[in-house]
């Protein structure tokens, strides 16, 4: 029962550090050296399970290392999609106003940061 939902993130080359993987450990898949991007399991309820994950996020990124921002992209059991663009600073969150027929993916592939805020 509930509303659940699933995200996925692009491969940033973070090595997550040891206590974001056992927090997370039966809910996100991890590469086998702790790298990569991160993936929920399954589906959960974004107001239980991933609570606190985006600021978990911020804390486990290593921001002398890394610079920009990283992108988290929930897609809602409902076909609703949210964005979360967890910066050193700031975590904001963003989605589509609105939705319109289309004819397959019409999103053009050369588009890069349309959704940042």
Excluded at 37 to 53: D, I
Aim: with cysteine; charged share 20%; glycine share 12%.
């Amino acid at each position: 029962m509930g509303f659940r939902s699933t995200f996925t993130t692009e491969d940033y080359g973070l090595l997550w550090p040891q206590w974001f993987r056992d927090k997370y450990s039966g809910a996100i898949w991890f590469a086998a050296d702790g790298s990569g991007p991160l993936n929920s399991v399954g589906e959960a309820k974004t107001y239980g399970l991933w609570s606190y994950l985006h600021d978990d996020i911020q804390a486990a990124i290593d921001w002398d290392k890394f610079s920009g921002k990283f992108v988290l992209v929930y897609l809602h059991e409902c076909g609703g999609i949210t964005r979360c663009q967890i910066e050193k600073d700031v975590i904001r969150w963003t989605e589509p106003s609105g939705w319109k027929p289309s004819d397959g993916v019409e999103h053009n592939y050369h588009c890069y940061g349309c959704s940042d805020v």
